[in-house]
């Protein structure tokens, strides 16, 4: 779900730009914007499910396993059947590394 946040994200910068290209920067900050509240959203959401870790740091490091894992094969799938795509998850890869998340 996280991953999907990425990508409907992208795909409207990518959408706004190509019918006004001088926006994409600001574009770019309100895109950014919503992925973080959105993902906030998810998060909070969930908080009542059963299988959610109560415990914080407990649930932060799962949260890393599993967007590292998942950001490696959205790369190699993008890459084999859409690879004008590839860029969403390259940059939430690059984001990761960036930010030790």
Not at 12 to 21: S, V, W
Not at 77 to 84: C, D, E, I, L
């Given at each position: 779900m996280l991953g999907s946040f990425d990508c409907t994200a992208a795909l409207?910068?990518?959408?706004?730009?190509?019918?006004?290209?001088e926006s994409r920067s600001p574009l770019q900050a309100r895109s950014g914007d919503w992925r973080r509240r959105a993902k906030q959203a998810f998060?909070?959401?969930i908080g009542d499910?059963?299988?959610f870790p109560r415990n914080q740091?407990?649930?932060n490091q799962l949260i890393?396993?599993?967007v590292r894992e998942k950001t490696s094969c959205e790369n190699c799938?993008?890459?084999?059947?859409?690879?004008?795509?590839i860029h969403i998850p390259l940059a939430?890869?690059?984001e990761i590394l960036d930010h030790g998340k």
């Open positions: 409207a910068l990518d959408e706004g730009a190509a019918i006004r290209p998060r909070a959401a499910c059963p299988s740091d407990l649930f890393e396993i599993f799938y993008q890459a084999a059947t859409r690879s004008g795509w939430e890869f690059v």
